[in-house]
């Protein structure tokens, strides 16, 4: 936000704006930290790639040959897995990964909340509005069912003590 916004006077507008614009610098950081993962990922693809050339290249050195396809790509399988695997397990990737996760989380949060600011004035139902409707509904369901376990219980209690009743006479 410029200078010039904050010599304005505060209100709704103000407000509504600086938060839009704090969305959108947390939205950069963002992209900046999830490039930085993509990077981490594009890296251990070069290590593949360089690996099974090496691996090529040490056997037509030997004199063997390379003549199926299916071999090298079953090759590249092995060698991705381990190198993928270790990258996943590393505590660099895993602090980063979590960080882009919460901050992703966050913005989606975050930005629906704005929306449904915007969506006040619409005669469209928010989703916080549905979130609500839907645990009331299941709410209401539970408690139907449970009254009707209870109903049917009953009746069976009933029609055991008329059986009772009839077979006594």
Not at 44 to 58: C, F, P, T, Y
Not at 81 to 103: G, I, N, P, Q
């Amino acid at each position: 936000v410029s200078p010039l916004t904050k010599m304005m006077t505060p209100n709704q507008h103000t407000k509504t704006m600086m938060e839009w614009s704090d969305i959108a610098n947390r939205t950069a950081v963002y992209n900046i930290k999830n490039a930085e993962m993509q990077y981490m990922i594009y890296n251990q693809g070069i290590k593949v790639m360089d690996s099974l050339a090496e691996n090529v290249i040490s056997k037509l050195q030997k004199g063997e040959e390379v003549n199926s396809m299916m071999a090298l790509y079953q090759e590249w399988l092995n060698i991705s897995d381990k190198v993928y695997v270790s990258l996943f397990e590393s505590d660099e990737y895993s602090k980063l990964m979590a960080e882009v996760s919460a901050m992703q989380l966050k913005l989606r949060k975050d930005v629906e909340g704005q929306l449904e600011k915007f969506m006040v004035g619409i005669p469209v139902a928010t989703r916080s509005e549905m979130d609500e409707l839907y645990k009331t509904i299941y709410e209401l369901k539970k408690q139907v069912r449970e009254l009707e376990k209870a109903n049917d219980s009953t009746e069976e209690e009933g029609e055991e003590k008329s059986t009772r009743r009839t077979k006594k006479a």
